[in-house]
């Protein structure tokens, strides 16, 4: 396999990517709701509604699981969260359910990440590897995109696995790295990305599946509709 090309470097294949993600160049001006439900081995469903107006920087997660329903909102720097649609949260009752601020905003940049993708790649801080990968990956051929961050972003190395004939990105994968920054191949997860949900004229993945790299676990699947 070899997908070796003149014009085939790193930033044209996410260049390349982006465009077919979000042809109209939308993500920056992102104003929708998604409503994803997770399924994971053991557990009862979580249904979700997550609120994304990055104009507006506006965010707002609704967890839905068995009789239990949180809310985490910022709306631009302020920070409120309820439990079964009350403000009023006993402290020991908010620690119980992680109903805090650091906890909103862990959520809001997880799901801005990961359904920002691969846009959210062009941020700052995000450092793509110069070096493009020809990869096999459970018997489909990918170009390979690396990418670190700044340490203030994250020291995750992450790997985007985009199809070379349509530019999807179809697969994600993360590693930890040690103290001295080396990646420890034994950590971390792959994730698989089936099927395609179209919002506001971006493409996003419908079906998201986890699993670690150690041992091919299976975590769950966040599913879009």
């Given at each position: 396999m070899n997908f070796s090309c003149e014009n085939l470097t790193s930033s044209n294949i996410l260049k390349k990517a982006i465009k077919y993600h979000d042809p109209g160049n939308k993500w920056n001006s992102f104003n929708g709701i998604l409503n994803v439900t997770m399924n994971s081995p053991n557990q009862s469903n979580r249904d979700s509604e997550i609120t994304i107006n990055l104009p507006e920087n506006y965010f707002q997660l609704i967890a839905i699981r068995d009789s239990i329903t949180t809310r985490y909102t910022i709306a631009k720097e302020k920070c409120t969260f309820a439990l079964n649609d009350s403000t009023q949260v006993f402290p020991e009752t908010a620690k119980q359910y992680n109903l805090n601020c650091e906890r909103a905003n862990l959520y809001k940049n997880y799901y801005t990440y990961l359904y920002g993708l691969p846009m959210k790649l062009k941020d700052i801080g995000t450092h793509l590897d110069k070096n493009v990968e020809n990869k096999n990956f459970k018997g489909?051929?990918?170009?390979?995109?690396?990418?670190?961050?700044?340490?203030?972003?994250?020291s995750d190395i992450w790997y985007f696995y985009i199809n070379p004939e349509t530019y999807a990105m179809e697969v994600y994968?993360?590693?930890?790295?040690?103290?001295?920054?080396?990646?420890?191949?034994?950590?971390?997860?792959?994730?698989?990305?089936?099927?395609?949900?179209?919002?506001?004229?971006?493409?996003?993945?419908?079906?998201?599946?986890?699993?670690?790299?150690?041992?091919?676990?299976?975590?769950?699947?966040?599913?879009?509709?």
């Open positions: 489909k051929d990918y170009l390979v995109l690396k990418v670190t961050y700044d340490e203030a972003v994250g994968q993360f590693f930890k790295t040690d103290d001295n920054g080396e990646q420890k191949n034994d950590s971390g997860e792959y994730i698989l990305l089936t099927e395609e949900h179209l919002i506001n004229n971006i493409k996003m993945p419908k079906n998201r599946a986890w699993y670690y790299n150690k041992d091919d676990g299976y975590l769950g699947t966040d599913i879009l509709y």
